[in-house]
């Protein structure tokens, strides 16, 4: 089944501890992205890779990074998580037909 | 700047009906492409349709269609015999030259029965 998955679904963590949220694609897509989603905000894109070793800044990049070493793994990585990245991500991925497909999203608290 | 606007936070309809939802953006861009994502309660981001702005014809997927004004830039949705399960966020969404999405405020579409 053509998917793009994410773990964890669900993630309580505290301040400060690093963390990582995995994304894997199975449908071979070039392009991948993340994006977190909170109330009245809608989604804003955090980072986006064109392809393998490629990756660019989004909207809100600020406390995040990335790293595309494999076609279809895009990990997000949060180095030193604070209160106000509590949200709820989602990966997308992409081919050159346009359309996103997105995980299921990772719901995370940072206390 | 591209932006999209919904500019129908919530919207509430009988099982069965049908129901509008409106979506304008602003790009000065003449090749693009526009989305509608459903997500229900569960949070999935689901895609509902999609349309190719170089394309004339309405894209329409079962009881979903579009209105696709390119002059106007205007792509509302239609959802015909609504049911229960299209409770939902709708999103609709805009990509130009690049892959970037942008993405509007949501509408909340309550199906009663």
């Known amino acids: 089944e053509a998917q793009v998955t994410q773990n964890p679904r669900y993630l309580i963590t505290v301040t400060g501890k690093k963390l990582t949220v995995t994304c894997s694609q199975n449908?071979?897509?070039?392009?991948m992205s993340w994006y977190r989603q909170d109330p009245g905000l809608g989604l804003r894109q955090i980072y986006y890779s064109m392809n393998v070793e490629v990756t660019d800044k989004g909207d809100v990049p600020e406390g995040y990074k990335v790293s595309r070493k494999e076609k279809r793994n895009f990990p997000l990585i949060l180095e030193s998580p604070s209160p106000n990245q509590t949200s709820l991500y989602f990966c997308a991925s992409s081919s050159g037909e346009r359309t996103q497909y997105f995980g299921p999203g990772t719901r995370l608290l940072v206390l | 700047a591209q932006t999209v606007t919904q500019s129908q936070p919530e919207m509430s309809v009988q099982e069965a009906e049908t129901v509008t939802l409106s979506c304008t953006y602003d790009t000065s861009e003449n090749n693009y492409y526009l989305f509608w994502y459903k997500q229900p309660p569960s949070r999935q981001m689901i895609l509902v349709i999609r349309q190719e702005a170089y394309k004339q014809q309405n894209a329409t997927e079962n009881r979903f269609s579009v209105n696709f004004q390119k002059a106007a830039k205007s792509f509302s949705l239609k959802i015909s015999d609504s049911q229960l399960g299209d409770t939902a966020m709708y999103f609709c969404a805009f990509m130009s030259s690049n892959y970037q999405l942008i993405w509007g405020a949501g509408t909340k579409l309550i199906i009663k029965p």
């Open positions: 449908m071979n897509h070039e392009y």
